[in-house]
Structure formats: structure tokens, C-alpha cells
């Protein structure tokens, strides 16, 4: 959830909401069903494409709040 919440302060204000279906292990860590902070929870999207400065937001979260070292 924390790396939601960071996205959403990136995206501009104006951007128009993006819709998620969250499922798999990402969805298992919010619900506190997967509680290992080592386990993948990468979320996958499928749907249109994004314009440049939402790609970079998103980037920018994956390797702040979601980069696991192995």
C-alpha cells in the first residue's frame, strides 16, 4: 500500500484516475495474508498506455519502495 500512496503523490494532480485489479502476491501483502517483507509483490498491469510522466512516477516508486535485493 505505502508504494500506492507514494505513486499517488507523484502523478500529477490533474492526471484522470487509474483503475487497478489488484491480485496475486501484491494483493496477498495488503490483506496481510503473505506477511514476508522479502517475498515478491510486484503488480503486474494490463490496459492502456501510459503517457511519459506516469511511467517515470512509476519507475521512480518501483525503485524507492519496491526494489528487493536477492
Do not use: S
Request: some cysteine.
Amino acid at each position: 500500500m505505502k508504494a500506492l500512496v507514494a505513486l499517488d503523490a507523484l502523478l500529477p494532480k490533474n492526471q484522470r484516475p487509474i483503475h487497478l485489479y489488484v491480485v496475486c502476491g501484491y494483493a496477498l501483502q495488503l490483506n496481510q495474508v503473505r506477511t514476508d517483507p522479502h517475498a515478491v509483490a510486484d503488480v503486474d498491469y494490463v490496459g492502456e498506455t501510459f503517457d511519459i510522466d506516469v511511467k517515470h512516477a512509476i519507475d521512480h516508486v518501483g525503485r524507492q519502495e519496491l526494489y528487493i535485493e536477492l
